[in-house]
């Protein structure tokens, strides 16, 4: 146990009586050399929020009301803020601008409560001390001066300008797009920084991304050591990898995905025995390269996943395993790790072996030719039989799989996915929905099954594992999320909430124009799925026991179980201490989570910007859309092409009153009434691409 966990253990305990930091030292029996870092602990802990000294200098625990007031700040770019308590039972708080006392967007603050909640309104509050910055390091635009410069943040939420001392600046030219650690945060003034790195001229291809992916964190470059253990890695594979490995390469194989997929990391093989169906999966065997603690695990680990960005990929491996040995490129051989399972005509897996294996793909086929074939029926795209013929199987498969899954009462949402055309300049050349197939349905139910598998294996053994949980939506979203559903002519049944309750939803909007909407409304109402080390329900498959195994190129947490497996095969799984292992993958796991919520901003961040790029050219132009959202300042409107914009009530000619209990809008100029779910016609009339946004003006018929 660490200082940290002793210490709040101690002062947390039932029996603690309030010592001063003298008794805590002497009650701790701590020598003279740790008496600093003691001491050095106890004081971040009380600059953390996560204890209290008072001012006679007595350590306290914080009582509930004193946690609920400690949390993170989430500004928004009108200057306001809201206060997210570490109590996921208390409300956000309102912080208006004057109240913000210096913090910004992901600052640890404590607050003070000003106003109390009422109806329909957030309670208010004033920040009253900064415990942590969480922006050490921001990326801005350099403006240069004679004796100084100063960078203007990217992040609109900070207001303030960053003084640059010329000593401090890394050569940056005017107009350069840089990072900049702050140094100081004076009482009076500007922040203070230095320029850690120049990216580039903000004209630069692409520099709009580097910098979107920086703002997050995220690094694009392997550290000097990784790059160094890759040129040690073989590019074949030996007689001496093999030989503990089951032989699968002589069963017919195949890897199905995108058409600028270059990492393949799961390939699949299927028999028929009687009534029941053999699937194989097999995952790259990505941990038979990437060692504990080598340079290139240390940098998957911070990296946590690849993040996509169109036109870039920033990778969690070096490219010579994610392209290379690692990727099960077709008609050469490949170590993985295999899942055999025998699933009967009901769905259910009644048997599985696990093995580490040596396959060969026979073939690397496309999501859009499986799809022409199983959804169209269109032959001409194989003119192989055999392929004809287990991809038939497949489909067979899938159907029982997703059968079973839906009667339990799996949530299958439908989302509009976006489909945008990058050049590899950054220019965008389309944007349109992307339609799923069979294809990709199949192959994600195929890796459903095997996640579950998993994560079965090491729940009913009671051994240490990382689980993918996703836990049940808190009930005052699912009241809001039934309030919208009741305007739209729908409701959740039942007094108990369950998957299958969202689920009936789904099937009743299924094909009608809001079915995009509900889905993103449903999802939005959802908690987010996270890693733990510990066993709990995934809400949305409506299973007891989920984990991620099938992707270890791109996921961290599947390289962790996938050593996991391979010890399970070996019979060492005994060898571990499990109370240490438990403790350390709930590490792994709260990090990993982050890592992951970093890359899906970053992404959804990257999406709108070139959102933007692309309708800036169709400014003037009139669209058809769907009403998303409504609010007090304005009707969110998505298009067809899934681009999403804003009409605000303040820009226009005509008056418009916002009727909050039955979510709908008026204009009560023509009394004419708005919904979620209507269809309307806008035209674009502004993009302002550094904050993101578009404008629309309602066109009223």
């Given amino acids: 146990m660490n200082f940290k966990d002793l210490i709040l253990n101690i002062v947390n305990g039932e029996n603690y009586r309030p010592m001063t930091m003298k008794h805590m030292l002497k009650f701790l029996d701590c020598d003279k050399y740790i008496r600093k870092d003691v001491v050095k602990e106890i004081q971040k802990l009380h600059n953390e929020g996560e204890l209290n000294i008072t001012k006679k200098g007595k350590i306290m625990p914080l009582s509930k009301e004193d946690k609920a007031l400690i949390g993170i700040i989430s500004t928004a770019q009108g200057g306001y803020g809201f206060f997210i308590s570490d109590d996921e039972d208390f409300d956000d708080v309102f912080i208006s601008n004057a109240n913000l006392n210096k913090a910004i ?36 635009l350099y403006q ?21 001392d010329n000593e401090d600046s890394k050569n940056a030219k005017n107009n350069d797009k840089v990072v900049v650690k702050i140094l100081r945060y004076p009482e009076h003034g500007n922040p203070e920084g230095k320029i850690t790195e120049v990216l ?24 000097k050591k990784a790059k160094s253990e890759c040129l040690y ?12 490995r089951m032989d699968f390469r002589k069963l017919f194989t195949v890897t199905i995905d995108g058409r600028d997929s270059k990492d393949f990391d799961d390939a699949i093989s299927i028999e028929i025995d009687k009534d029941d169906y053999i699937l194989y999966v097999h995952i790259a065997d990505v941990s038979h390269y990437v060692k504990e603690s080598t340079a290139i695990d240390k940098d998957a680990y911070e990296r946590g996943n690849s993040t996509y960005l169109f036109n870039i990929v920033i990778p969690m491996l070096p490219e010579v395993l994610s392209n290379g040995i690692c990727s099960l490129n077709p008609n050469e051989d490949r170590l993985a790790v295999s899942i055999k399972m025998r699933i009967d005509k009901n769905g259910n897996v009644i048997e599985n072996d696990f093995y580490k294996s040596v396959i060969k793909s026979d073939y690397r086929l496309i999501y859009d030719d499986v799809n022409a074939l199983l959804d169209e029926n269109d032959q001409s795209v194989y003119n192989d039989k055999l392929t004809i013929e287990k991809l038939n199987l497949f489909k067979k498969l899938y159907k029982i799989l997703k059968d079973k899954r839906s009667k339990r009462g799996s949530i299958d949402f439908n989302f509009t996915e976006s489909q945008i055309d990058v050049s590899e300049d950054g220019e965008v050349l389309n944007i349109s929905r992307y339609e799923r197939g069979t294809g990709n349905k199949m192959i994600e139910e195929f890796m459903i099954a095997s996640n579950e598998t998993v994560a079965s294996l090491f729940a009913y053994m009671d051994f240490p594992s990382i689980y993918r949980i996703h836990e049940k939506p808190k009930e005052e979203k699912v009241e809001s999320f039934n309030k919208i559903l009741n305007t739209l002519g729908h409701n959740i049944k039942g007094n108990s909430l369950h998957s299958k309750d969202f689920q009936e939803i789904l099937k009743e909007v299924k094909g009608e124009d809001d079915e995009g909407l509900i889905n993103i409304l449903m999802l939005r109402t959802m908690q987010k799925a996270k890693y733990t080390n510990y066993r709990d329900i995934h809400f949305g498959l409506a299973t007891k026991f ?67 790029k692309y309708m800036k050219k169709y400014i003037g132009k009139e669209f058809e859309g769907i009403i998303s959202s409504i609010t007090d300042f304005g009707i969110f409107i998505e298009l067809e092409n899934t681009v999403e914009g804003l009409f605000m009530y303040k820009f226009s000619e005509d008056r418009f009153e916002y009727i909050e209990d039955m979510m709908y809008t008026v204009n009560t100029d023509n009394n004419k009434r ?4 209507d269809r309307v016609r806008i035209c674009v009339i502004n993009v302002d691409i550094e904050k993101r946004n578009i404008d629309f003006d309602l066109l009223e018929e």
């Fill in 200 to 223: 580039g001229n903000k004209d630069d291809a692409n520099i709009d991304v580097l910098s979107i992916v920086r703002s997050h964190g995220i690094k694009d470059n392997f550290s």
């Fill in 144 to 164: 240069k001066n004679k004796k100084f410069g100063f960078v203007i943040a990217d992040d609109k939420s900070i207001f303030d300008d960053i003084y640059i």
């Fill in 546 to 612: 989920y984990t991620h195994f099938t992707s270890p190129i791109r996921r961290y947490p599947d390289l962790i179980v996938h050593r996991l497996i391979k010890l399970y095969i070996e019979n060492k799984l005994t060898k571990l201490n499990q109370s240490k292992l438990s403790k350390d993958l709930g590490k792994k796991a709260e990090h990993l989570s982050i890592t992951e919520r970093n890359s899906e901003e970053c992404e959804r961040d990257v999406e709108d910007l070139n959102k933007c």
């Fill in 674 to 677: 708005y919904k979620i779910g």
């Fill in 105 to 140: 967007n992901g600052d640890r603050v404590k607050i003070k409560i000003l106003k109390e909640k009422e109806y329909g309104k957030n309670a208010e509050g004033v920040v009253v001390d900064i415990l942590e910055r969480k922006q050490n390091k921001i990326v801005g």
């Fill in 233 to 244: 890695i073989k590019k074949e594979i030996t007689d001496k990898d093999i030989e503990d």
